[in-house]
């Protein structure tokens, strides 16, 4: 017989000599080789083709091995071949089962599972379900127009300013209560793209004030959520889509402010400084440090200017306090508008703001349209609108425009006093009506429907008209009304319409 079988038999049962797969082979070839000594005793047949080369023999060459090895080794060899493949037979069975049991279908083992086991499985579920469902929505921020209407009573203006009350304030923590803003971004407007189309002074309301953002608009019912945060004098009224790019001050092309002046302050006879019951009111000119040139809108620095602190509780100046006979019909209105309508187109408005130098470009503005609109009554007392439509406003502007046309119309300025006005090198006092009578009307984006027509909505108060008519006619007139009968704040402005504190007034105007 071969050596090298001989070798190869002697190290079968030696597990340190072969690794696992050597071992297996040797095993293998092992089992074989028994095979065909035992078939070679009985038919003396060759091993078969399959078993390995090393252990390859003839039926002569495996009785010779049985003789030389001796029959009791030979089992103890063939014993261990046969304990090893056995162990490696259980393994491939135990990976068998274990695979089946990852196949078994849920239902097959829930039947396997006792009831107890099964109640808690299904709790987990259902809690599993129970807290996606209480997962917020993540909903995304969309760039939208907010229009608003708000009467200024109370407020220091529009804009937000550190410790002061104000309409950008309430409505900002509104937005953010409603869940609108997020707390990151709460308190930094530039991180929402936050814009406003005007501000609006101390104690000036608004009909149609639109705020720009990207905001949280989802779910349904944003517009009632906001309102459920707000005083009842500020309404918001809806929203629209808008352009990414879009802002309210930016693409705003004109503004409509509306002036609502009793009818008794034109009177050239009403409220002269004669009357002993009222005392004079100051000029409010306010002329003082220098602002920079973005100070164009209607600011929430500006003051009243309309008492002196000197005020009487007791003063109730209504038209019936003096009665004149002094009607405002078609040739007065008339005449309003003609005074008006010399703030119409461009012109140089440095004598009707305040802190700002001639020489500064930013006073020229121009003014599309300014005239007087038809008289109304409110709770017994007479009021006539002034409607001005322009780009855009300086400071103070608009209620200083209204107070030389007053001043005109009474007679106690020339009109001719307008070419001096607008000359950039002349200076002049000019009186500022109270901001009681003004407030924003609408803000008009023209240029912008028109470019997207085809793709969003259009910016515009078409859909809120009746909410706005009711909000004037339910808020601000009132309050303009109510307040002029208690405080006679025209009343006591008008007192302040003297030669004596604008000695303007009476100086010719230079030759041409």
């Known amino acids: 017989m071969d050596s090298s079988a001989v070798d190869g038999i002697a190290t079968i049962s030696s597990e340190e000599s ?8 040797i095993a293998e070839g092992m089992e074989l080789k028994v095979r065909n000594i035992e078939e070679g005793q009985q038919q003396g047949d060759s091993t078969p083709a399959d078993a390995p080369n090393s252990l390859r023999g003839t039926g002569e060459e495996s009785v010779d091995l049985q003789k030389e090895i001796g029959s009791g080794e030979l089992e103890e060899i063939v014993a261990v071949a046969k304990e090893e493949t056995l162990g490696k037979e259980e393994e491939i069975e135990k990976e ?26 299904g709790a987990s579920q259902d809690t599993r379900e129970t807290r996606d469902a209480k997962k917020p929505a993540r909903y995304k921020k969309r760039k939208i127009a907010i229009f608003v209407s708000y009467s200024g009573y109370g407020y220091q203006g529009m804009q937000r300013n550190k410790g002061c009350k104000t309409i950008e304030g309430d409505l900002e923590e509104a937005l953010f209560k409603a869940g609108a803003i997020a707390e990151s971004t709460f308190g930094d407007p530039r991180k929402i793209d936050w814009a406003r189309a005007a501000r609006t002074d101390k104690g000036v309301s608004a009909a ?28 918001v009224l809806g ?3 808008v352009t990414g790019t879009f802002s309210a ?15 008794f302050a034109l009177d050239p006879a009403s409220h002269r400084v004669e009357s002993p019951t009222i005392e004079a009111a100051n000029p409010g000119d306010n002329l003082g440090e220098a602002i920079t040139s973005e100070d164009v809108e209607e600011d929430t620095t500006s003051t009243t200017g309309t008492t002196t602190g000197r005020f009487t509780p007791t003063c109730t100046c209504t038209s019936s306090d003096l009665e004149t006979g002094f009607t405002f019909g078609d040739e007065e ?3 309003l508008t003609k005074i008006l309508q010399n703030y119409v187109g461009t012109r140089y408005f440095h004598n009707f703001t305040c802190r700002v130098k001639p020489e500064d470009p930013s006073t020229q503005r121009y003014i599309t349209s300014y005239e007087a609109g038809e008289v109304f009554t409110i709770q017994g007392c007479k009021f006539v609108r002034c409607t001005v439509i322009g780009q855009s406003f300086m400071l ?19 009109e001719t006093i307008f070419e001096r006005a607008f000359r950039r090198d002349t200076k002049i006092g000019v009186p500022m009506a109270p901001e009681l009578g003004l407030f924003l009307d609408e803000c008009l984006y023209t240029a912008y429907n028109q470019r997207f027509a085809g793709s969003h909505e259009e910016v515009s108060l078409k859909s809120f008209e009746k909410e706005i008519a009711e909000f004037k006619t339910e808020v601000i007139y009132p309050h303009i009304a109510s307040t002029e009968a208690k405080d006679g704040v025209f009343a006591r402005w008008l007192h302040g319409l003297t030669k004596e504190r604008y000695p303007d007034f009476a100086a010719q105007a230079p030759p041409s």
């Open 18 to 25: 072969f690794p696992a797969v050597g071992r297996e082979a």
């Open 96 to 121: 068998k089962a274990g695979l089946k049991r990852k196949k078994i279908d849920e239902d097959d083992l829930a039947a396997f599972v006792p009831d107890g086991v099964q109640a808690s499985q």
């Open 208 to 235: 149609g004030q639109v705020v720009s953002g990207r905001f949280f608009v989802d779910p349904p019912g944003f517009v009632e959520r906001v309102n459920s945060h707000l005083p009842k004098q500020i309404r």
């Open 239 to 241: 929203f629209t889509r």
């Open 249 to 263: 001050k930016n693409l705003c092309d004109r503004r409509r402010y509306e002036y609502v002046l009793p009818v």
């Open 333 to 335: 209105r008339a005449k």
């Open 396 to 414: 103070h502007q608009i209620r200083k425009m209204i107070g030389l046309a007053v001043a005109v119309m009474r007679g106690d300025a020339p």
